[in-house]
Structure formats: C-alpha cells, structure tokens
C-alpha cells in the first residue's frame, strides 16, 4: 500500500515566489505557534494547500517540521517558566497512539478517493473543528475583554473543578501547572483526540490546548506552552509514520521550518508581555479566518469527487483566488495582533522601569 500511495503523490514545482511565500507562511506560522502553542499548522496547512500541495502532503510535511520547531519553542518557554514537562509528556504519549491511528486513516483516504478526497477530507476536519472550537474560544475572549476582567487570574471552570474532585485510585499524579492532582485516566482520551486532530490536519492544538484549559484546569498561558511539548512528541512519531508511505516533501518542512524557527522564539517572547485572554482572542481570530478560506475550497473538491454538479473553471478560479487571498489576510492579521501585544507589552515594561527609576531617584 506504501508504494501504490508513494508513486501517485505529485509534488509542486518550486520557483522563488513560491519558495518566499513558504518561508513567510513559516515564519508566522512560528510566531503564532510560540505564541499559542498550537502548533501553528492551522495556518501552515492550508497555506500549502493553497499553492495546490495535495492535503496528505500537506499534513505529513506540515508534521516534519513541527517536532524540530516544536522542541525550541518548548526550550524556549520552559526558561519562562511556562512548561508542565510532566504533564506534556503523559499527554504526549496517548496523543502518538492518536496519530497513528489518523495516519492509517489518512492513508486509506488517499488510496480510495485519491487527492479529491483526501483534500476534501482535511478541509471538512478544517471548517468543522475550527467552527467549533475557534467560535468558542473567540467567544471566551470577547466575553472576558467585555466584562473588563481581564487582568484578573484566571479561574478554574466547572468541569476542571470535577475532573480535579474526582479521585481514581493508583492512577493520580500531580501536576504543577494545575497545583493538583489528577487522574492520568482522564489525559488519555484527550490526548488520543488531540493526535487523532494532528494526523488529520497536522494540528492537534485546537483540541491539545482547549482542552487543557477547560477540562484540566490548566492556566491558558501553560497550557499554550506544554502543549510544544505534546506536538514535539507527536511530530517525530508522525513524520516517520508518514515517511514510510513517501508523503513527506521534505523541501517545504526545511522551508517552512527555517521561517518558523524565527517566528516561534518573537512568539514565545510574547507571551511574557500579554493578558491570558490575549492568546484566546489570536486564537480564535485566526481560527475563523482560516474557517473561511478552506470552506471556500469545499465545493472545489466536492465537484472533483462528483459530489456536487461540475463546477466551471471560472467558477473554480475565482474560489481558488478568493481562498489564498482570505489566507494571506490571516497570515498578516495574525502577525499585526501578536507583534502589536508585544510591542505594547515591551513600551509598557519600559514606562513601569522608567517610573520606577524616577520613583527611587534613579533619575
């Protein structure tokens, strides 16, 4: 099976435009990423996609660069203080079974329905998990910025407070991002369905991070940064599984990976300067931009499959374009919110120095 799928994978042609576009998509797909600790994919993924890289393609070469970049984004919070190591790694174990298993599914997708349905496939996980999880982070957001709560700690939700009270025994573990113990029992389905997500679109953060904030009680700036060590985890176990079938095209995981290495350490820095409500709100922003720019593409790979009445190829290149160009504004909207909150975190750091230089008569 490896072999029939390894010889009908097309890999794109490569020119200096589109060689830029990927190192650009890859540097704010790295600042996202250190920012959110998502991985950054759901950017990268259909970025790819959009210059026409089959989805399984995308996805296996999005998950090639992810452990290499996840690891210095990790190294890089965990001197913040942001890292639960533990928690990251007893995550990141049942997250591997959830990859394979996508990566079987993924596989068998390709080899029945060919690029159409493969395509199809990433794009619908697309628009449903970022409808659903991307409106409900957006809607924390914007609920915490209107109450005026915002800098304000954050507090442990209902179901967190649950799975907390509930004591299984011989499988609790304490965790230091939660202050408390917990039953190992509960990571495990979470963290196969955040491998299952990574597999299928080369992102699990969407569900990775959400879930740590909401149904662990993981504080969300801790959660975004352990969750680099889940993706860490799950990207070496998914490039290697996707390597075996010849899906990895290893000149756009080095390309986005050298803009990514850039992006993930500004990111990561943001974090020290911004309100917890700040990542939900980049979050759930570019989740729904995104949303957008792949349901557009749905009707596209519907008609492919005969799904839907053929499609015209004015018709196609009309939501082809209106696609990329939705996610090209993503790109930009997601690095001017980021770089704004660090730069207004850093200009308020340095008036907080100055009064209190003056205050001490330093001045």
């Known amino acids: ?3 029939a799928i390894a010889s009908s994978v097309n890999f794109i042609n490569l020119d200096l435009i589109t ?5 650009g998509v890859g540097f704010v797909g790295g600042l996202v990423s250190g920012f959110i600790g998502s991985g950054g994919a759901f950017v990268l993924t259909p970025a790819m996609m959009s210059l026409g890289v089959p989805g399984l393609v995308a996805v296996a070469s999005n998950m090639a660069h992810k452990f290499p970049k996840a690891l210095v984004g990790a190294v890089k919070r965990f001197k913040y203080g942001q890292v639960d190591i533990k928690l990251g790694l007893i995550f990141g174990i049942s997250a591997e079974a959830g990859v394979l298993y996508g990566a079987h599914i993924q596989e ?6 060919g690029d159409a349905g493969s395509n199809l496939y990433v794009s619908l996980a697309f628009v449903v998990i970022l409808a659903v999880v991307g409106g409900f982070v957006l809607r924390d ?5 209107r109450s005026g709560k915002t800098d304000e700690k954050e507090t442990v939700g209902k179901l967190a407070k649950w799975v907390q009270s509930i004591n299984i025994p011989y499988t609790m573990m304490y965790f230091k991002s939660l202050n408390a113990r917990i039953s190992v029992l509960f990571t495990i389905p979470l963290g196969f369905a955040t491998g299952m997500l990574a597999a299928t679109i080369a992102v699990g953060g969407f569900i990775g991070v959400p879930s740590m904030i909401y149904a662990l009680g993981v504080p969300s700036i801790m959660a975004s940064a352990t969750e680099l060590v889940v993706a860490f985890v799950m990207g070496m176990g998914g490039t290697f599984k996707f390597a075996l079938s010849g899906l990895v095209d290893i000149r756009l995981a080095m390309l986005i990976l050298g803009g990514s290495l850039f992006g993930i350490q500004l990111g990561a820095m943001g974090t020290t300067y911004v309100k917890p409500f700040m990542i939900k709100l980049v979050m759930g922003t570019i989740m729904v931009i995104v949303l957008v720019s792949r349901g557009l ?16 190829e004015g018709t196609v290149a009309v939501l082809k374009t209106s696609s990329f160009s939705i ?17 207004q975190g850093r200009r308020a750091e340095s008036l907080q120095l100055a009064a209190e230089a003056v205050a001490h008569g330093k001045v």
């Open 1 to 3: 099976m490896h072999d």
């Open 19 to 23: 060689v830029l576009y990927l190192f």
């Open 108 to 113: 068998m997708i390709k080899k029945t329905f």
């Open 141 to 145: 957001a914007i609920k915490t910025y």
């Open 297 to 312: 593409m749905v009707p596209v790979y519907m008609s492919k499959l005969g799904l839907v009445s053929t499609l015209s």
């Open 327 to 343: 996610m090209v504004a993503a790109l930009f909207i997601g690095a001017f919110i980021i770089l704004k909150a660090i730069w």
